[in-house]
């Protein structure tokens, strides 16, 4: 076994940690018990993964994306080890890369401490922002929780996958904060048949995002049997006039919260 001490909210890792004992799923690592010492430190014991992390698979191998067959099967156990928290009324809310693994074969979700129970009365209760920034959905920063956080998450990592970078990054949690918030992301460095799959999970609104893992999986498998489209053809050529102003063209210009 593996065991964690819990440093960083324990409160809250033990909340979490308690929901999840025993949930056996292949694409989940196995949480066992929870232990305390004399010195009243607190111990989570778990399933013993010697398998590579996604972040170290990415930055070694795939600094600037992996191919999408292999994004594909990350893609598919996220999904499913999520989804079976999902089915059981949890959401993992810390979904990232550090926390997923390879071993034997398979995807392993870990480091579901900081999972919340969510029902309908639940879901627009103000409670503590927890997660990673460079993951974390907008509507977390008011306090909101549901299995769409997790979509939006899986969406991010989706994007580091293909690309090898996140699509929002900053100087600052506020400044990339912000950006979840107000910005749009630039999915030009993706292939342009997973740019609407990637849209729909990323979308601010979470009423409006992708509703599930499962069918995110499937918006992905139905862009890549697509394949690549034509590049749009260009536009038209402007008529020339008299007017010399015709054709001036204007210009325009591993964090938690708590």
């Known amino acids: 076994v593996a065991l964690k001490l819990l440093q960083n909210n324990p409160d809250i890792e ?4 308690r929901q999840c004992l025993n949930l056996k799923h292949q694409n989940l690592v196995t949480i066992f018990d929870i232990k305390s010492d004399d010195d009243g430190d607190v111990w989570v014991v778990m399933e013993y993964v010697t398998g590579q992390g996604l972040d170290r698979v990415i930055a070694e191998d795939f600094p600037d994306g992996m191919p999408p067959e292999e994004a594909r099967w990350w893609l598919a156990g996220l999904a499913d080890g999520v ?10 809310r810390d979904l990232k890369p550090a926390n997923l693994y390879r071993e034997g074969g398979l995807v392993k979700v870990g480091d579901i401490g900081l999972s919340k129970i969510i029902t309908p009365s639940q879901r627009g209760a103000q409670t503590e922002s927890i997660g990673t920034v460079y993951y974390m959905a907008p509507e977390v920063s008011r306090g909101e929780y549901g299995r769409e956080v997790d979509v939006y998450s899986t969406a991010v990592v989706l994007y580091e996958l293909l690309t090898g970078r996140v699509p929002f990054d900053g100087e600052t949690t506020a400044e990339i904060l912000m950006k979840h918030l107000s910005e749009e992301p630039d999915l030009s460095p993706l292939p342009i048949r997973f740019r609407p799959v990637l849209a729909h999970a990323l979308n601010k609104d979470p009423t409006a995002r992708t509703p599930t893992l499962e069918q995110l999986l499937k918006e992905f498998d139905a862009a890549e049997t697509r394949r690549e489209p034509l590049e749009p053809p260009p536009e038209p050529p402007v008529a020339k006039t008299d007017d010399s102003t015709a054709n001036e063209t204007p210009t325009t210009d591993d964090v938690v919260l708590v």
């Open 14 to 17: 033990i909340r979490g940690t």
């Open 83 to 92: 989804g079976y928290l999902h089915d059981r009324g949890i959401v993992h």
